[in-house]
């Protein structure tokens, strides 16, 4: 199975920009379908951004659409989440997670990372 560990999270100021890595160890990464989740304190996990096994479709929450790209290079065996304009309102844990399945919804992503820390100050 595959192992995943984020990395890239910290402290920003709202306007500022982030990247997140998600590294993966295993298996290749190629084989799955990527996806970033977010929690944020007092409420459950939700759905960030999702890409296919070659990155030829990517999704994201509509709340997010314009300042988040999902990204990935198999090649490298990663997965990465460039965060534009943050707000305070993105101060969360960050969560990768694999499905081997070719459009998973939140309960089919098998394989999850541990989760960084994003905290946008105001």
């Known amino acids: 199975q595959v192992q995943l560990v984020e990395s890239g999270g910290g402290l920003v100021q709202a306007g500022g920009s982030l990247r997140l890595s998600c590294a993966a160890s295993?298996?290749?990464?190629?084989?799955?379908?990527m996806g970033w989740f977010r929690q944020a304190p007092g409420k459950e996990r939700e759905f960030v951004a999702g890409?296919?096994?070659?990155?030829?479709?990517?999704y994201y929450v509509d709340s997010l659409k314009g300042r988040f790209t999902v990204s990935r290079d198999n090649a490298k065996n990663t997965l990465y989440l460039q965060m534009n304009n943050l707000r305070p309102e993105d101060t969360a844990v960050y969560y990768c997670?694999?499905?081997?399945?070719?459009?998973?919804?939140?309960?089919?992503?098998?394989?999850w990372g541990q989760g960084t820390q994003v905290t946008v100050s105001s």
């Open positions: 890409i296919s096994w070659i990155g030829s479709s990517r």
């Open positions: 997670a694999a499905s081997d399945k070719p459009a998973p919804r939140y309960s089919e992503y098998d394989y």
């Open positions: 295993g298996r290749t990464l190629s084989r799955y379908v």
